[in-house]
């Protein structure tokens, strides 16, 4: 992949400028523009992180904790997990476009605040559930059948309830909160891409201690903290609320007229159910066609397919290097190393949009992304049936690397998203990026289920490679349509004139030379 090596000030402008573009541009003679202190204050600031921390924290400790249970509710088998894991999935895919819609219409705080109450309560009659089986209380096969179909359901509603939240406050409140000043977007979008990751590394590790000792014990202080955070959350993100009044403003602004209209028609389709279901279902299908025409498409759908891996120290990639001769203990330090790499990039990232941008960074850390998965997996191939413990550390060493680029890419993705989606679509748009991240993270389980035996672990890793590059080719074609080139063939071309230039001279001067000493 072509990487860009134009000046920063560079730009071919395009019918409709990007703010994030002209922001760059108006900044470009300020070398330190980067660097300087954002404007967002520091209280505010505060409480969005803490409200993001307790959301991602719970999610993610329940998320892997009811996989633990589950295998030890039922040992021995994968189905309930499968069909668990399975129909989260698919409610995310169906219905991450209505939770969308809800957020574009609805009121910020009552959205935030709704997904913040019915994910605890789920969470809270999940554990009560998954606590009730796990100390073998007798129950015919109907009724445990009927406590399975509740866990999947469930989970259905905290998935979205997170899929809410998450687009919600990433997607919009940072947006406003930040109030045009990209260099404050930058710091506050790697502040909560470090929460993430750090909840990523530690909920699990947490809960699978815990688990360890005694799931019953897990499952009651997995309930204990969704209860605990509830309020803090709660109140936390209200004091953000009311501590900046562009949040209070609608996000778009209805003539009086059409206001009228739309509260008659709001009233008349939710007094007629099957006329609602269907002015859903259509709207659902509008914000599909416009997510696919809408100028930051590209960059969204590049982000998207890169859940179709299986090279990511998950369930699959870590099944197999257990198989290729990896202890327990060495996983769990390569995971580790790989999330600090992950973790270096939320501050990598920053930098390098202050220096460049976020398109061209984005373009820089996409092709890094690549060439170190294609030598990994390189050095993968090549030793896969003599030598499985080099084959397989050759796959860890490219994997590691990539992290780099996949979270520098990822944060550069975001704030050209954020900036270029309007604020009466960001639910809407981000919905259905989240659905299409949905389809292909279960396309990636697919894939281990079709090449299930460790064996053919070299195929879904090959898949993977191959999305990654299409997701890189994808955002390249995206930069060459914003800002009509990749490469300035001119500079190139006055550099090579300039070199041939020099050789000419140093030729000339040995040729005086030589004439010198003949004479």
């Known amino acids: 992949m072509a990487l860009d090596s134009t000046n920063a000030d560079d730009h071919i402008p395009t019918e409709r400028d990007s703010l994030l573009d002209r922001n760059h541009r108006s900044r470009s003679n300020d070398d330190d523009a980067g660097e300087r202190e954002h404007s967002v204050p520091q209280g505010i600031a505060r409480r969005l992180y803490l409200s993001h921390f307790l ?73 009560v559930i998954l606590y009730i089986l796990s100390i073998r209380v007798p129950l015919t096969r109907a009724e ?22 998450l687009v919600s406050v990433e997607k919009d409140w940072v947006v406003v909160v930040c109030q045009s000043d990209e260099v404050a977007l930058r710091a506050l979008n790697a502040q909560m891409r470090r929460i993430d990751l750090m909840c990523k590394l530690l909920g699990p590790l947490f809960i699978s201690l815990i688990d360890g000792t005694s799931t019953e ?15 803090i959350e709660y109140f936390a993100i209200a004091r953000v609320y009311y501590e900046v009044p562009a949040l209070q403003e609608p996000k778009r602004r209805l003539a009086p007229e059409r206001l009228l209209e739309t509260e008659r028609k709001r009233d008349y389709s939710f007094s007629h159910n099957w006329n609602h279901v269907k002015q859903i279902t259509r709207k659902s299908g509008s914000d599909f066609v416009t997510y696919f025409h809408h100028r930051a498409f590209l960059p969204s759908i590049a982000g998207a397919l890169l859940y ?39 501050w990598v990232a920053p930098w390098a949009m202050g220096k460049v941008g976020p398109v061209r960074a984005g373009l820089w850390f996409s092709s890094w992304q690549v060439t170190m998965l294609v030598a990994g997996v390189a050095v993968f191939f090549v030793m896969y049936e003599d030598r499985p413990v080099v084959s397989a550390s050759g796959l860890v060493g490219g994997v590691i690397l990539s992290r780099v680029g996949l979270r520098g890419f990822d944060l ?6 954020q900036e270029d989606v309007e604020p009466s679509a960001r639910g809407a748009f981000s919905s259905v990026e989240a659905s ?21 672990f070299n195929w879904p890793a090959l898949i993977s490679v191959i999305a990654v590059a299409v997701a890189s080719s994808a955002y390249t074609l995206f930069v060459r349509l914003r800002r009509g080139h ?34």
């Open 144 to 165: 445990n059948a009927i406590m399975l179909v509740l866990l999947a359901l469930f989970a259905c509603l905290e998935k979205l309830c997170s899929i809410m939240n």
């Open 55 to 127: 959301s991602t924290w719970n999610s993610r400790v329940f998320e892997f904790g009811a996989v633990l249970y589950l295998a030890t509710i039922y040992p021995g088998t994968l189905l309930p997990m499968s069909l668990y894991a399975l129909t989260r999935g698919v409610s995310a895919i169906v219905f991450a476009p209505v939770v969308g819609q809800y957020i574009d219409i609805g009121d910020r705080l009552r959205v935030v605040r709704f997904s913040i109450v019915v994910q605890r309560l789920v969470v809270a009659a999940s554990c």
């Open 308 to 346: 179709l891996t299986v090279l990511n120290f998950a369930g699959q990639m870590v099944t197999y290097l257990l198989s290729a001769g990896y202890s327990s203990s060495q996983i769990g330090l390569a995971r580790t190393v790989s999330v600090a790499f992950e973790v270096l990039a939320t």
């Open 217 to 231: 014990i897990a499952i009651i202080v997995n309930f204990a903290m969704n209860i605990a955070s509830v309020l």
């Open 412 to 417: 550069c993705a975001q704030l050209i998203v």
């Open 486 to 519: 990749l490469l300035h063939l001119d500079v190139i071309t006055q550099l090579l004139g300039s070199n041939k230039g020099k050789q000419r001279e140093r030729e000339r001067a040995i040729e005086r030379i030589t004439s010198s000493s003949d004479v």
């Open 436 to 456: 299409w991240q949905s389809t292909f993270e279960l396309l990636s389980y697919t894939s281990t289920i079709v090449f299930f035996r460790p064996e053919q």
